[in-house]
């Protein structure tokens, strides 16, 4: 039986303070999490009753055997999630000052294990009969990684819903500026882009909301979807169709996680075959729920809390 959903992409472990507002050096107690977006992406879908699997990698070490014990209570298939001796498994911390202030502190030295994914052992078959196949533009950062996303997207050759998070994060990259052929390569192989203001700026050049939408159909996708911040998001496809949705009213605990869940429940509207309107709303209540938690990976709403969030118009 197909996966409703593959993701490929990052995984590692979430450190994150138990005391909101207080800065790094000052805090005694963390909650460690199930983290990376690929992998909570697959994480929010499989909380939806979707079957999903991610590709990915970690260290050999007891952060790795973690990942894969959260993965299965998760419910989410960790067989391509191997591991790679010599690499630790990344661990990332952050500060958590609500509304809008969230550092990341990503700890992926000397190499991240999911940017050692092969070409060679990826399971091209299941890829390609996967109902929606996700990648992220830090899969494009760096080799083996580079080749294994773009040669699975070229495999896949837009079967099914094919979704490409822009994933901008410039600190892995080692040269930023040279990002954008790899952008413009995926996009020619997948069906769906999702990205930020900045995200979508590096992927076309362009920052205005419907411009860098047409940009992104232009460049080979069927929906473009924009997110704007406070002023909700974009999404546009290539037969005419339009929805803009403002953000749901929550109060923001810790905004991590938030685009993830969005992303999951994404490819259940999708996978659902909602119109565009209903797509962007859902996910735009997924997001705000996790916004309002301080977790991620475990914070991922199910469909009747997400349900409530749309009918009561905030997250209560």
């Known amino acids: 039986m197909a996966y409703d959903l593959i993701t490929m992409g990052r995984i590692g472990v979430d450190l994150y303070p138990l005391q909101t507002g207080v800065p790094l050096p000052q805090v005694t107690s963390f909650g460690k999490f199930l983290g990376?977006?690929?992998?909570?992406?697959?994480?929010?879908?499989?909380?939806?009753?979707?079957?999903?699997?991610?590709?990915?990698?970690?260290?050999?070490?007891?952060?790795?055997?973690?990942?894969?014990?959260?993965?299965?209570?998760?419910?989410?298939?960790?067989?391509?999630?191997?591991?790679?001796?010599?690499?630790?498994?990344?661990?990332?911390?952050?500060?958590?000052?609500p509304p809008d202030d969230f550092p990341l502190y990503f700890y992926r030295q000397p190499k991240a294990p999911d940017l050692e994914i092969d070409a060679h052992e990826l399971d091209l078959d299941a890829i390609r009969e996967a109902n929606v196949f996700w990648v992220?533009?830090?899969?494009?950062?760096?080799?083996?990684?580079?080749?294994?996303?773009?040669?699975?997207?070229?495999?896949?050759?837009?079967?099914?819903?094919?979704?490409?998070?822009?994933?901008?994060?410039?600190?892995?990259?080692?040269?930023?500026?040279?990002?954008?052929?790899?952008?413009?390569?995926?996009?020619?192989?997948?069906?769906?882009?999702?990205?930020?203001?900045?995200?979508?700026?590096?992927?076309?050049?362009?920052?205005?909301?419907?411009?860098?939408?047409?940009?992104?159909?232009?460049?080979?996708?069927e929906l473009a979807v924009v997110k704007q911040g406070p002023k909700g998001v974009l999404a546009v496809d290539s037969k005419g169709n339009e929805a803009e949705v403002p953000p749901l009213p929550v109060n923001v605990l810790n905004g991590l996680g938030a685009g993830d869940a969005f992303g999951g429940s994404l490819c259940h509207g999708l996978l659902a075959g909602w119109d565009l309107e209903k797509i962007m709303r859902y996910a735009n209540a997924a997001g705000a729920i996790v916004a309002s938690r301080l977790e991620c990976s475990s914070a991922m709403p199910t469909v009747t809390e997400i349900e409530d969030a749309v009918a009561a118009g905030a997250v209560k």
């Open 136 to 221: 992220t533009g830090t899969g494009l950062s760096e080799e083996p990684s580079r080749t294994a996303t773009l040669a699975a997207l070229a495999h896949r050759d837009k079967a099914g819903t094919t979704v490409f998070d822009l994933d901008w994060r410039p600190m892995f990259w080692k040269d930023p500026a040279q990002a954008r052929p790899f952008y413009e390569e995926a996009l020619r192989h997948t069906t769906v882009a999702v990205g930020n203001l900045d995200e979508v700026e590096v992927a076309t050049g362009v920052r205005e909301p419907r411009e860098a939408a047409q940009a992104l159909l232009d460049a080979g996708v």
């Open 36 to 97: 990376g977006s690929a992998t909570n992406v697959a994480v929010a879908a499989a909380r939806l009753g979707r079957r999903t699997a991610v590709i990915t990698r970690t260290g050999d070490d007891p952060f790795g055997t973690y990942l894969h014990e959260a993965l299965q209570g998760f419910g989410v298939d960790d067989r391509w999630v191997t591991p790679v001796p010599g690499l630790p498994t990344p661990v990332t911390f952050c500060e958590v000052f």
